[in-house]
RNA sequence: CGCGGGAUGGAGCAGUUGGUAGCUCGUUGGGCUCAUAACCCAGAGGUCAUUCGUUCGAGUCGGAUUCCCGCAACCA
């Protein structure tokens, strides 16, 4: 069934405010969804690209007050870092604005009003734990306590991770506050939901019926969520940071941020549209006619609420329209790890652009040639390099540049006459007139890796196609020949200028000015007459360079140094404990010992047993510095230990003390040692 | 048996509803010399981790096993 759509709506993920943008988000979203964009404005349609930063939510406020300054700081901050980036790489976003703004507040507001007004929310009065120290309610993350299961004392609200199970606050036993340690009490507190549960049928149907086109990945999980049966979810949060309920009798309560955060599209789309009517006209056409198609770029994480929980919104208001399309993409690793803000594993994209100035398409080339698809795929700076060299150099840029300087050579850089084609010419063009095909077909199916792959052959005709008819030979003899040869490697590079208009705009823009032609349109993709004869080239210049051994080397190497200066920068000194006597303090015995033996203990990482000899016929000790010392390395060393700590059992062995030593900002564990040697089994203190 | 993800030629990845295993890089040999030692051609290289099963037929479905990677645990 072939639906037909008079244009399109692009959303991409918005990016949360509490970080820069990183190679992950880029390949898993805003590059394919930028592709998508391009290549429909290329194609003449009417197309919306929408973006913006999400600035609500519980992270938000926990980083503002780590840092003492006010949420609106941590926002305003990243949100001009990202938005700044974006525009240097290229994400051809009609608008990048922020959940923060004013008008966001009024269409989210406005949204939840009429779903109310609708009879579209139910509203649960529940007991939620609150601690009247920090006067607020705890979020599940923010409760401790004892795990009803296995018994972990450090379960979370939400989950015990020491046994997997999912908990209820109320779960947990000797419930805390992760804020301030008081036991929290139990307070009423209204909350507005979402019955999704009421909206289960004809979810059922629209997906898996309507929607068998999506990526198996994304249907996969809709429907898995589906069969487990769907459940009211709150709309509404405890919180003073973020959009207000806007009912009476709400106070304190603010939205919930994926309830905010989504409608962040559509409230962007109508700040462009109120700014220039002109141009983009009435914003509600992109939302409310159903000529109007629409789809969601995001990454895994986020197929639930785009594909169940904010179509239930929309359904619930009433009047939008529904995606057609929710390419969800899988996660990018680096260097075999998982990306991870919190242990700054990332390339950062601000970083990337001082980095490596004016390669902004290399990035782009090598995140969809390696896009996580289909499964995580892994981004190496080696790959990374040998991309940029066999095959951006070596294949796109070496025909660029040797159709250019032949041309130089032979016709002084004017595009020579056509002449009779032969069998083989034919043949040539016949290919590639084929690519355009190719590409779409890709394209449309958002297959983005195989349609750049499809766009590349097309270099690699041409290179074909040069070494095949051999130009610099036909000059000596037949310069007819030549000029004809040449003026097909000139339309073909033209043509190259198009097909990677989508995945490299820097470059097809640098390729134009090169051949000195103006922008063009999809349609011409395949024309054998993009370029006419007499034409004047531009001097030849390289599209790329290549990337050398060192330059990836020190991206290795920083990526190795700021993950630990980082840890080391956001060290801070624990506050000092409570006071103690001197009484108390002597109650602690401390010695020297020097190490007998030393070897690692079996099947666990951390764990080294020490033989000490402590002067009274020696002890064993167990201590967990197996990742930062050599047992052997370690034999006849003096050390500093508890000596009348009570024995405890690790991994079996009963461990007689402890042995002291200082962790450093990044846990590195060193241990403490008397610094002249002294007669073993001596007092410290 | 803690949870999850994976295992396809040297490396990185594709393999749609089961029907002779593909792509890019690398590698070997050759060609070419216009080109950023780039380009073109030919070849080598895989029992699709192992194993049992369903089937006329399985990389593709089901079970078992092994190994790897995250997280977790051990770190008084």
Redesign the pocket.
């Known amino acids: 069934m072939e639906k037909k759509f008079k244009r399109t709506t692009i959303t991409s993920a918005l990016p949360y405010a509490n970080g820069p943008v990183h190679i992950g988000h880029l390949a898993g979203v805003y590059v394919p969804a930028d592709i998508y964009a391009r290549y429909l404005r290329l194609k003449g349609e009417d197309v919306l690209f929408i973006g913006g930063s999400d600035e609500h939510g519980v992270p938000i406020t926990i980083k503002a007050k780590k840092e003492g300054v006010t949420p609106q700081d941590i926002v305003d901050r990243y949100h001009g870092i990202i938005k700044k980036s974006f525009e240097e790489f290229g994400i051809s976003f009609d608008v990048y604005s922020r959940t923060s703004s004013k008008i966001h507040h009024e269409v989210a507001s406005g949204m939840f009003k009429t779903i109310y007004e609708k009879g579209g929310f139910i509203e649960q009065t529940n007991e939620q734990y609150y601690d009247e120290t920090a006067q607020q309610f705890l979020a599940d993350r923010y409760i401790t306590g004892k795990c009803p299961h296995c018994g ?1 004392e ?1 379960a979370y609200g939400d989950q015990c ?4 199970t999912s908990l209820n606050p109320t779960d947990l036993i000797n419930p805390k506050s992760a804020i301030t340690g008081n036991a929290p009490v139990m307070r009423e507190t209204k909350h507005w939901y979402l019955p999704l549960d009421q909206h289960e049928e004809w979810l059922r149907k629209w997906i898996l019926e309507d929607h068998k086109e999506w990526k ?1 990945n994304v249907y996969g999980q809709c429907k898995s969520w589906l069969d487990m049966g769907l459940h009211p979810r709150a709309v509404s949060r405890d919180l003073d940071w973020g959009i207000p309920v806007p009912l009476k009798n709400a106070e304190g309560k603010v939205l919930y941020v994926w309830f905010d955060a989504p409608i962040g599209y559509i409230s962007n789309t109508k700040e462009l549209c109120d700014n220039q009517p002109e141009k983009f006209g009435k914003w509600e056409k992109w939302w409310k006619d159903p000529e109007t198609r629409l789809v969601h770029f995001i990454g895994k994480d986020n197929i639930v609420f785009h594909c169940i929980v904010f179509p239930a919104m929309l359904k619930a208001e009433g009047s939008y329209i529904l995606p057609d399309n929710v390419p969800a993409n899988e996660f990018l690793n680096l260097e ?3 990306i991870s803000t919190s242990r700054n594993w990332a390339v950062w994209l601000n970083e990337y652009l001082v980095d490596f100035p004016g390669k902004q398409d290399v990035l782009r080339y090598v995140l969809t040639a ?1 896009a ?7 981004f ?1 700076w080696k ?1 990374f390099q ?2 940029n ?3 951006l ?3 796109f ?6 159709a250019m ?2 041309t130089q ?1 032979y016709f002084d850089g004017k595009v020579p006459a056509i002449g009779e084609l032969t069998n083989y010419d034919r043949q040539t063009l016949a290919e590639f007139i084929n690519v355009k095909a190719d590409v779409e077909k890709y394209l449309d199916i958002f297959r983005f ?2 349609a750049q ?1 499809e766009a590349m052959n097309l270099a ?1 005709i041409g ?2 196609y ?3 008819t ?4 036909t000059a000596k003899t037949d310069m007819a020949r030549t000029a004809t040869i040449l003026n097909l490697a000139l339309q073909i590079a033209a043509n190259l200028a198009i097909a990677f208009e989508p995945f490299l705009p820097f470059t097809a823009d640098k390729l134009r000015k090169i051949l000195g032609l103006n922008s063009f349109n999809w349609k011409q993709l395949g024309s054998t007459q993009l370029i006419e004869e007499g034409h004047q080239l531009n001097a030849p210049e ?5 990337i050398e051994d060192d330059v990836i080397e020190a991206q290795i190497q920083k990526l190795l140094n700021t993950k630990k200066t980082n840890e080391l920068d956001n060290y801070k000194p624990d506050e000092v404990k409570e006071q103690v006597s001197f009484d108390a303090f002597m109650k602690m015995d401390i010695r020297v010992g020097t190490i007998l033996d030393c070897q690692r ?1 079996p ?5 080294l047993q020490f033989k000490i000899d402590d002067g009274m016929g020696g002890r064993t000790i ?4 197996a990742k930062y010392y050599n047992p052997e390395d370690l034999i006849g060393k003096q050390v500093c230990f508890m000596a009348n ?2 024995p ?1 059992k ?2 079996g062995i009963v ?1 007689e003390g ?1 042995i002291l030593s200082a962790e450093d900002a990044d846990g590195r ?1 060193v241990i403490i040692s008397p610094n002249d040697t002294v007669k073993t089994g001596v007092n410290v203190g």
Not at 603 to 607: G, I, R, T
């Open positions: 972990n450090n991770e020491a046994c997997g198996t075999g790890d998982k390696n996580p698809e289909t499964k995580d795929n892994d190496t790959d040998t991309r060299n066999s095959e150099v070596a294949i840029g070496n025909f660029i540049n040797r300087v032949l050579k890796r195989d792959k690699r290179n074909k040069l070494a095949d051999e130009p610099w030979k390289l599209l790329f360079e290549k203990v099947k666990a990482d951390k764990l167990v201590s967990g510095i700590f009570e405890r690790l991994k461990s402890m564990l």
